[in-house]
């Protein structure tokens, strides 16, 4: 399994960006389908954006064009670009990896990150 390290989380008013990001370990990150998952308090644990093994992406329909997904095999990284952000995008988010994409809805399938947390003001 990778082992995921996210990074970026912090404070900001509503209507500015944030850009997450996480870093992979191991061998077998090009291997892996990515995932950003976020959990509000009080909420289950929802998913916000993923991207393929081959880089097709897929969003949740509460971000989708505002939020973008990429990754770097080279440098074994994931990011979400958060733009336009809103007070209901406050959440515990998280990196995900998984080598099929029917095990990222499965939570003991594959990786997880331990989380950072995004607040955003109103």
């Known amino acids: 399994q990778e082992q995921l390290v996210e990074s970026g989380g912090g404070l900001v008013p509503a209507g500015e960006s944030l850009r997450l990001s996480c870093s992979a370990s191991?061998?077998?990150?090009?291997?892996?389908?990515m995932a950003w998952y976020r959990q509000a308090p009080g909420k289950e644990r929802e998913m916000v954006a993923t991207?393929?093994?081959?880089?097709?992406?897929n969003y949740a329909d509460s971000v989708k064009g505002r939020f973008t997904i990429s990754r770097d095999n080279a440098e074994k990284t994931v990011s979400l670009q958060m733009n336009s952000l809103k007070p209901e995008d406050t959440a515990v988010y998280y990196c995900?990896?998984?080598?099929?994409?029917?095990?990222?809805?499965?939570?003991?399938?594959?990786?997880w990150g331990q989380g950072t947390q995004v607040t955003v003001s109103s």
């Open positions: 995900r990896a998984a080598a099929a994409m029917a095990w990222l809805d499965r939570p003991n399938f594959g990786s």
């Open positions: 191991g061998s077998g990150f090009s291997l892996n389908n």
């Open positions: 991207i393929t093994i081959g880089g097709t992406t």
